[in-house]
């Protein structure tokens, strides 16, 4: 089993910033991938970003250029670092890991005021 805990959502102005983290714990060496989605009222959740274990990272086009993932291995954590901010950012942002199984945080929730 893998624990994900996330901080760091809240209300910010658009153009603002914020930075997520998302802290494992448990059998994290059994994690390949680690990401962020997210998932506004209404939508179906989708990607946001994605590190793998060598690195590579991948990101949904609607944030290139704006948000960064990045981990910490020491400290097992990954951040999503957001910026310039939009209203249309406005989601619960889930921490997600992925290897042999696939797990969720409970969720932060990220508000963009206009």
């Known amino acids: 089993q893998v624990q994900l805990v996330e901080s760091g959502g809240g209300l910010v102005q658009a153009g603002g910033s914020l930075r997520l983290s998302c802290a494992a714990s448990?059998?994290?060496?059994?994690?390949?991938?680690m990401g962020w989605y997210r998932q506004a009222p209404g939508k179906q959740r989708e990607l946001v970003a994605v590190?793998?274990?060598?690195?590579?990272?991948s990101y949904a086009d609607s944030v290139k250029g704006r948000f960064a993932i990045s981990r910490d291995n020491a400290k097992n954590t990954v951040f999503l670092t957001m910026n310039s901010l939009k209203p249309e950012d406005t989601a619960v942002y889930y921490c997600?890991?992925?290897?042999?199984?696939?797990?969720w945080g409970q969720g932060t929730q990220v508000t963009v005021s206009s």
């Open positions: 997600n890991a992925k290897g042999v199984s696939s797990y």
């Open positions: 448990g059998s994290i060496f059994t994690i390949n991938v």
């Open positions: 590190i793998g274990n060598d690195g590579y990272t």
